[in-house]
């Protein structure tokens, strides 16, 4: 499991690289109990999720180790973080640093291994990262100075894509197993003004479509004088795509004729 | 983008309240421009956020004891122009002015030391320093 992965990080770098590298997995190990790292030994961090509000904040976290037992847990607290907005500045000893070293960003394939508790503390985790780094980024335009290793906001960023991804499939496919619809949000498949068939989605009113005098005046037909302008449309596409198909094998005619042994490349 | 456009429910008298998880807002912690007094902290927020966001969004993800929240839209300058003399224009953005409760204070702190930079023996930037001064050695022009 990744508790391994940072155990091996924490044996093999010395202790001031543990801090350093792999910010993402550093964000994490901040709310993780089972290793046995320096900043564990400083307050594990509870985020206070609507999830939690009603449980204790003693609650064990939920990626226990195995080997967690009493005596490795000797640096856990479990009480909140008491930071409050020192998180939207960096570690003390990278301020000044030219560079500041950070690990890959979280793929989607590593997320889909964990529960869904750990994406969401996970998000507030990157959430926090990203704060922190947006304001470094504007603090350093502010003094006309270069900001520290800028890729780590696009890494944020990614990790919280692919974070979302596999959040939106989860929920997809819970929602076709409990209810059989594809979608969250209903919809249909209406025609506009000029003749496109487009997917409307259907917005929450307080009142029946046919009280609702804005959206009477919307018009999901096309009316009849739109036809010319529809038929000369399709003309200029099917023109266009022809025209296209036409010079990919004019060119290809052309290299077969300067290179007669040459492989059509499959497309 | 990840999170498509985010439609809320709508609220009826009666329903239950309104919860958002995993908010994708970001605040900017920033330097005042303007001397601002000791319990207050000026944030650059997205414009979809309210007073109440920022303060739960603080209370809840910072634990951070919040007061009083003031926000304005600041207007991102249309003025300026570009080589073809089209107007470019700067984003607008929203501040809010937090006020901290329980008598506490904080100061915008410097983020750019002045440090020593002397990098490890052996490390990448060593390397990269120890090129970089050879580079210029060649460049500089005979005595």
Request: hydrophobic share 35%.
């Given at each position: 499991?990744?508790?391994?992965?940072l155990?091996?990080?924490?044996?093999?770098?010395?202790?001031?690289?543990?801090?350093?590298?792999?910010?993402?997995?550093?964000?994490?190990?901040?709310?993780?109990?089972?290793t046995?790292?320096?900043?564990?030994?400083?307050?594990?961090?509870?985020?206070?999720?609507?999830?939690?509000?009603?449980?204790?904040?003693?609650?064990?976290?939920?990626?226990?180790?195995?080997?967690?037992?009493?005596?490795q847990?000797?640096?856990?607290?479990?009480?909140?973080?008491?930071?409050?907005?020192?998180?939207?500045?960096?570690?003390?000893?990278?301020?000044?640093?030219?560079?500041?070293?950070?690990?890959a960003?979280?793929?989607?394939?590593?997320?889909?291994?964990?529960?869904?508790?750990?994406?969401?503390?996970?998000?507030?985790?990157?959430?926090?990262?990203?704060?922190?780094?947006?304001?470094?980024?504007?603090?350093?335009?502010?003094?006309?100075?270069?900001?520290?290793?800028?890729?780590?906001?696009?890494?944020?960023?990614?990790?919280?894509?692919?974070?979302?991804?596999?959040?939106?499939?989860?929920?997809?496919?819970?929602?076709?197993?409990?209810?059989?619809?594809?979608?969250?949000?209903?919809?249909?498949?209406?025609?506009?003004?000029?003749?496109?068939?487009?997917?409307?989605?259907?917005?929450?009113?307080?009142?029946?479509?046919?009280?609702?005098?804005?959206?009477?005046?919307?018009?999901?037909?096309?009316?009849?004088?739109?036809?010319?302008?529809?038929?000369?449309?399709?003309?200029?596409?099917?023109?266009?795509?022809?025209?296209?198909?036409?010079s990919?094998?004019?060119?290809?005619?052309?290299l077969?004729?300067?290179?007669?042994?040459?492989?059509?490349?499959?497309? | 983008?990840?999170?498509?456009?985010?439609?809320?429910?709508?609220?009826?008298?009666g329903?239950?309240?309104?919860?958002?998880?995993?908010?994708?807002?970001?605040?900017t912690l920033?330097?005042?421009?303007?001397?601002?007094?000791?319990?207050?902290v000026?944030?650059?927020?997205?414009?979809?956020?309210?007073?109440?966001?920022?303060?739960?969004?603080?209370?809840?993800?910072?634990?951070?004891?919040?007061?009083?929240?003031?926000?304005r839209?600041?207007?991102?300058?249309?003025?300026?122009?570009?080589?073809?003399?089209?107007?470019?224009?700067q984003?607008?953005?929203?501040?809010?002015?937090?006020?901290?409760?329980?008598?506490?204070?904080?100061?915008?702190?410097?983020?750019?030391?002045?440090?020593?930079?002397?990098?490890?023996?052996?490390?990448?930037?060593?390397?990269?320093?120890?090129?970089?001064?050879?580079?210029?050695?060649?460049?500089?022009?005979?005595?």
């Amino acid at each position: 499991m990744w508790q391994d992965a940072l155990l091996n990080m924490a044996a093999c770098s010395s202790a001031g690289r543990v801090l350093s590298l792999c910010r993402r997995f550093q964000n994490v190990l901040r709310i993780s109990s089972a290793t046995n790292i320096q900043r564990s030994a400083v307050n594990v961090t509870k985020y206070h999720c609507q999830l939690y509000r009603e449980t204790s904040p003693l609650v064990s976290p939920f990626w226990s180790s195995p080997t967690s037992t009493a005596s490795q847990c000797r640096g856990l607290h479990t009480t909140i973080s008491r930071r409050g907005l020192e998180e939207f500045f960096d570690l003390p000893e990278n301020w000044g640093e030219a560079n500041v070293k950070s690990g890959a960003p979280w793929t989607a394939k590593q997320l889909r291994t964990k529960s869904n508790e750990d994406l969401h503390k996970l998000w507030y985790v990157l959430l926090k990262e990203k704060n922190m780094l947006l304001t470094l980024e504007q603090e350093s335009k502010r003094q006309r100075l270069q900001m520290p290793s800028p890729e780590r906001l696009r890494k944020v960023e990614r990790s919280m894509f692919r974070l979302e991804t596999v959040v939106t499939e989860r929920e997809t496919a819970l929602r076709l197993l409990q209810t059989g619809q594809e979608k969250g949000r209903p919809g249909a498949w209406r025609r506009n003004l000029f003749g496109y068939i487009y997917w409307y989605r259907f917005k929450e009113y307080a009142i029946p479509w046919y009280m609702n005098k804005r959206y009477k005046r919307k018009t999901f037909y096309t009316p009849h004088f739109v036809q010319p302008h529809m038929r000369l449309r399709l003309e200029k596409h099917l023109r266009d795509k022809t025209r296209k198909a036409n010079s990919e094998k004019q060119k290809l005619a052309k290299l077969k004729e300067k290179f007669p042994l040459m492989k059509v490349p499959a497309s | 983008m990840p999170v498509t456009r985010i439609f809320y429910p709508l609220y009826q008298l009666g329903n239950p309240q309104l919860r958002l998880f995993r908010p994708n807002w970001f605040l900017t912690l920033v330097r005042p421009g303007k001397e601002q007094p000791p319990d207050t902290v000026q944030f650059r927020i997205p414009m979809e956020m309210t007073k109440c966001d920022v303060k739960s969004y603080l209370e809840k993800i910072y634990n951070v004891p919040v007061g009083v929240v003031r926000t304005r839209i600041q207007f991102g300058s249309n003025k300026k122009r570009n080589h073809l003399n089209q107007r470019v224009k700067q984003p607008d953005y929203k501040v809010a002015y937090v006020q901290l409760a329980q008598g506490q204070t904080f100061t915008f702190p410097d983020i750019f030391p002045e440090k020593d930079r002397t990098p490890t023996e052996g490390s990448m930037e060593e390397m990269q320093e120890k090129f970089m001064e050879d580079e210029k050695q060649r460049q500089k022009l005979d005595p």
